[in-house]
């Protein structure tokens, strides 16, 4: 479910601590796999295994971005439909086509 926040006016997501927890644990490993993108690019690494690395750094985004686009289906888009905020399949349908460029 979104709602406003009290402070500065902004949609919240309420997801359970687990699943903020998955998130957060694979955006983590993505931070490394940049650091470690940051030191091949310092240590001269040959740069077709850079752009491997970074392939599997986009991958791993995409997968991530997926997971909460998933989440955010399965709960602040099905509250908001129950709440008769129909609009919120223009914003779904925004969001997919940001995804996809």
């Known amino acids: 479910m979104k709602d406003k926040c009290q402070?500065?006016?902004t949609k919240k997501a309420h997801h359970s601590e687990?699943?903020?927890?998955k998130f957060r644990d694979?955006?983590?490993?993505?931070?490394?796999?940049?650091?470690g993108v940051n030191r091949m690019i310092?240590?001269?690494v040959y740069c077709d295994d850079i752009i491997?690395?970074?392939?599997?750094?986009?991958?791993?985004?995409?997968?991530?971005s997926n997971l909460i686009l998933d989440?955010?289906?399965k709960s602040?888009?099905?509250?908001?439909?129950?709440?008769?905020?129909?609009?919120?399949?223009?914003?779904?349908?925004?969001?997919i086509k940001?995804?996809?460029?």
């Open 26 to 35: 694979r955006l983590n490993r993505i931070e490394g796999q940049v650091r």
């Open 52 to 64: 491997n690395q970074i392939s599997a750094v986009k991958s791993a985004l995409n997968a991530v």
């Open 7 to 9: 402070h500065c006016n």
């Open 71 to 73: 989440a955010h289906l």
């Open 76 to 95: 602040c888009v099905v509250e908001q439909i129950k709440e008769g905020k129909i609009e919120v399949i223009d914003e779904v349908m925004q969001t």
């Open 18 to 21: 687990e699943l903020k927890k």
């Open 42 to 44: 310092a240590e001269d």
């Open 98 to 101: 940001r995804m996809n460029k």
